[in-house]
C-alpha cells in the first residue's frame, strides 16, 4: 500500500514517500521459541584466475543472509537489545544494505523496523524490502538526509535510531569480519575494503585495536564521489551508489587519521571493469560498491604487500542493471 503527500518529520514538512508491504513480516514479536540468526563465517577464495601470480583473496561477505555483510551489525545489535530486555521498533537510515541487514535480522529477532531509504533506491533492493514486509519511508536526498530523518523519526515514534556508522552496537558486529579473516589467513598483509558512511571502517579498527596484527587497511571511495579522501573535484554520480554521504563524520576522519589507514579514489571506469571481470573471470555477480575493491587491487597490487585480501561486501542488484552496468546492455 502507498501514501503519497506531506509528513512532518521533526520540525521540517517535506514531501515524502511511505510504502507498506501487506502483511506483518516484520511486527514486534515475543521471541519465546523464536531461533535466532546463527551467522557462519563466509568464505575466503582466491583469486587465482585474475592475479595468478599475486596472492589475492576475496572474502564474500555478499554471501551473507541478507545479500551483504550488514547482517553482522543487525545481529550484533539486536543480541545486545535482546540481552537489556529491550525491544524498540527500529528505525533504520539506508541507501538499501544496512536495510536489508536490519530487515533480516529483525525478522529473525521479533523486532519492527522501519527503513528511511533514498527515492532512488535500486531496484533489487526496493523489491527484497517489500518482500520482507518493511516499512520504507523514502525521502529525496542522500545519506546524510537519511541520517536526520531517521534521527526525526526516532524520536516521534520512541524508537532506536540504528546510527550504522557511529553506534559501536552495530560497527562492532564488523569485528568478527576481520577475525575469520586473521583466522583462515593468518599472514593477510593488505586489506581492501569499500569506505561508505565509515562504519565497516570503525569496526575494523576496533577489531585491531584489541587484536594487534601487521595488516595494513586499504580503503576505496568513488572517484566521482569521495569523502574520507582529499579531493578538489566537483563530485558527480558514481555506479557504487552504495557508498554515498554527503558530509563526512569527524568522528571516522579522526578515526581514518589516528590508525594512518590510507583512503584512496577510484575511477568509474576502473570501478565498472572490475564488476565484469569479477563476473567474466571469476563468477561472481557482485555490487559497484563491492567491485571497487578490485579495482583498487588491480591497479595498485605490486605496490601492496601480499597476502592481499578484498572485502566483496553485497550482491544486491538486480542482474540486468549487472549487465548494463558492465556490458552497456539496457536494463529492464
Given at each position: 500500500m502507498r501514501e503519497r503527500g506531506t509528513r512532518l518529520v521533526g520540525r521540517v514538512s517535506r514531501p515524502v514517500l511511505i510504502e507498506r508491504t501487506e502483511g506483518t513480516a516484520l511486527e514486534s514479536r515475543p521471541t519465546e521459541n523464536l531461533p535466532m540468526l546463527q551467522l557462519t563465517p563466509t568464505p575466503l577464495i582466491r583469486l587465482g584466475n585474475l592475479f595468478p601470480r599475486r596472492d589475492v583473496y576475496a572474502k564474500c561477505e555478499f554471501l551473507a543472509p541478507s545479500g551483504c555483510f550488514k547482517i553482522r551489525g543487525a545481529v550484533h545489535l539486536l543480541e545486545h537489545l535482546s540481552r537489556e530486555g529491550r525491544r524498540p521498533p527500529l528505525i533504520v537510515p539506508s541507501m538499501g544494505n544496512t536495510a536489508l541487514g536490519a530487515a533480516a535480522g529483525a525478522q529473525a529477532f521479533g523486532f519492527s523496523m522501519t527503513g528511511v531509504v533514498p527515492q532512488t533506491i535500486s531496484r533489487a533492493k526496493d523489491e527484497k524490502l517489500r518482500a520482507l514486509g518493511v516499512e520504507l519511508i523514502k525521502i529525496a536526498g542522500g545519506g546524510s538526509d537519511l541520517l536526520r530523518h531517521a534521527t526525526d523519526i526516532a524520536k516521534e515514534r520512541g524508537g532506536y535510531f540504528v546510527h550504522p556508522h557511529l553506534d559501536p552496537n552495530w560497527t562492532d558486529g564488523y569485528q568478527s569480519i576481520l577475525g575469520e579473516l586473521m583466522h583462515a589467513l593468518p599472514s593477510c598483509r593488505?586489506?581492501?575494503?569499500?569506505?561508505?558512511?565509515?562504519?565497516?571502517?570503525?569496526?575494523?579498527?576496533?577489531?585491531?585495536r584489541k587484536n594487534p596484527a601487521p595488516v595494513r587497511l586499504f580503503g576505496c571511495e568513488p572517484y566521482n564521489y569521495p569523502k574520507y579522501a582529499r579531493f578538489d573535484h566537483a563530485r558527480s554520480t558514481t555506479v557504487a551508489d552504495g557508498l554515498l554521504l554527503e558530509t563526512p563524520h569527524p568522528v571516522v576522519q579522526k578515526a581514518i587519521a589516528e590508525a594512518g589507514a590510507v583512503v584512496s579514489m577510484v575511477p568509474e571506469a576502473d570501478i565498472r571493469t572490475a564488476l565484469r571481470d569479477l563476473f567474466e573471470t571469476q563468477g561472481l555477480v557482485v555490487e559497484p560498491s563491492s567491485a571497487i575493491t578490485l579495482a583498487f587491487v588491480k591497479t595498485h597490487a605490486e605496490e601492496l604487500e601480499a597476502p592481499i585480501c578484498v572485502v566483496l561486501t553485497g550482491e544486491n542488484i538486480a542482474r540486468e542493471d549487472h549487465r548494463h552496468i558492465c556490458y552497456g546492455e539496457p536494463g529492464a
Open positions: 593488505s586489506l581492501v575494503f569499500p569506505v561508505g558512511g565509515g562504519g565497516l571502517l570503525m569496526g575494523l579498527l576496533a577489531y585491531l
